[in-house]
């Protein structure tokens, strides 16, 4: 079936840092890729999304490519700050057996941000 | 307009009770997931329920585990003989018509403690 690898963490980058989180799929068909992060204590939120190749999903100053070549949807920062300390969690969708979809989760980089 | 509610936020159990974990999707969704995470890993979904049905369960155990979402009311994540295993956060997240578009929403989650 249909599956997300994410890059290991913990990440831990001073303020204004690049960063980059990488994110590779397996998947049939032509999944849609999104990233959501869960601040501490809470429940995930969707960052951003791309349903298509070559689509570049962007909020909040982070920005992801739907890269169909290299199965890839790498998240990026140009300069992180102390609040985007978080636990990042790329996914895609994957056909259930009922014939609907449902969404499969990497198993979530944390990335502290120090000032 | 109110996000996913869930509760309990927070539940102790001992080995051999049940939990029961309650999920309210936001107005007007009528699609509720399940998921499970435990320390140190991702998300694993379990089960993916519309009004009155299960559409997949492929990620709940056989045994000791149910789920329902009644035409009235929470949806209901049920664990009877919980045993330390058992021990992880549950998340609950609501679509309003199917991930197609991906976006689900996410509740704070329920952390269940099995001593």
């Known amino acids: 079936g249909n599956s997300v690898t994410q890059m290991e963490g913990p990440v831990t980058l001073s303020e204004e840092a690049f960063l980059t989180i990488n994110c590779t799929y397996t998947a049939t068909g032509y999944p849609s890729l999104f990233w959501y992060v869960q601040y501490p204590g809470e429940g995930l939120q969707l960052l951003l999304k791309?349903?298509?190749?070559?689509d570049k999903g962007s909020n909040k100053g982070f920005e992801a490519t739907y890269r169909k070549e290299t199965t890839s949807f790498h998240l990026e920062k140009g300069s992180v700050q102390v609040s985007d300390s978080a636990v990042y969690f790329c996914?895609?969708?994957?056909?259930?057996?009922?014939?609907?979809?449902?969404?499969?989760f990497g198993k979530g980089t944390k990335l502290t941000v120090n000032p | 307009n109110a996000g996913v509610m869930q509760n309990p936020r927070h539940l102790v159990r001992r080995r051999g009770q049940e939990a029961r974990l309650r999920c309210s999707p936001m107005k007007g969704h009528s699609h509720v997931y399940w998921y499970r995470q435990l320390p140190e890993e991702g998300l694993k979904f379990m089960v993916y329920?519309?009004?009155?049905?299960?559409?997949?369960e492929s990620g709940m155990p056989k045994e000791r585990f149910s789920a329902e979402f009644p035409k009235e009311g929470p949806s209901i994540l049920r664990i009877q003989q919980v045993v330390r295993g058992d021990s992880a956060a549950y998340f609950c997240?609501?679509?309003?018509?199917?991930?197609?578009?991906?976006?689900?929403?996410f509740g704070e989650g329920s952390r269940l403690t099995v001593l």
């Open positions: 791309a349903t298509k190749a070559d």
């Open positions: 329920l519309q009004k009155e049905n299960i559409i997949d």
């Open positions: 996914a895609l969708t994957t056909r259930t057996q009922g014939g609907s979809e449902k969404l499969v």
């Open positions: 997240a609501s679509s309003p018509s199917g991930p197609n578009t991906g976006e689900l929403f």
